[in-house]
């Protein structure tokens, strides 16, 4: 059974940074799309970032226009079966619930990374919130 456990979300003022944590067990996406999507109260789920497999150990990452810039997605050199978004110079409209993402299809294309509907496993979310 596939699971993505994320960690990490917690209240932050302005400017200030958190660093979220996915984990994946029941199967490995080294190899494999993941991604980061975020939900704000009242709003639609939205893409924030995803980290693409290009070969060896080499991964491309993109990223939503409104955190370009301040977010950086990684993943684990390691185990690779894992997923980290750092995000600095939080905004108060950074407020979501932050969901981690898997895909299953190895060769996702670029233009689909941002797509919620190419993404096979979710995990339950984490909340972060930016208040003063």
């Known amino acids: 059974q596939v699971q993505l456990v994320e960690s990490g979300g917690e209240l932050v003022q302005p400017g200030g940074s958190l660093r979220l944590s996915c984990a994946a067990s029941g199967r490995t996406f080294s190899n494999y799309p993941m991604a980061w999507f975020r939900q704000a109260p009242g709003k639609e789920r939205e893409f924030v970032a995803a980290s693409r497999w290009i070969g060896g150990a080499a991964y491309t990452p993109y990223y939503a226009d409104s955190v370009k810039g301040r977010f950086t997605i990684s993943r684990d050199n390691a185990s690779k079966n894992s997923v980290s978004l750092q995000m600095n110079s939080l905004k108060l409209e950074d407020t979501a619930v932050y969901y981690c993402?898997?895909?299953?299809?190895?060769?996702?294309?670029?233009?689909?990374?941002?797509?919620?509907?190419?993404?096979?496993?979710w995990g339950q979310g984490t909340q972060v919130t930016v208040s003063s």
């Open positions: 993402a898997a895909s299953s299809t190895r060769g996702l294309l670029s233009s689909f990374m941002s797509h919620e509907g190419k993404y096979d496993y």
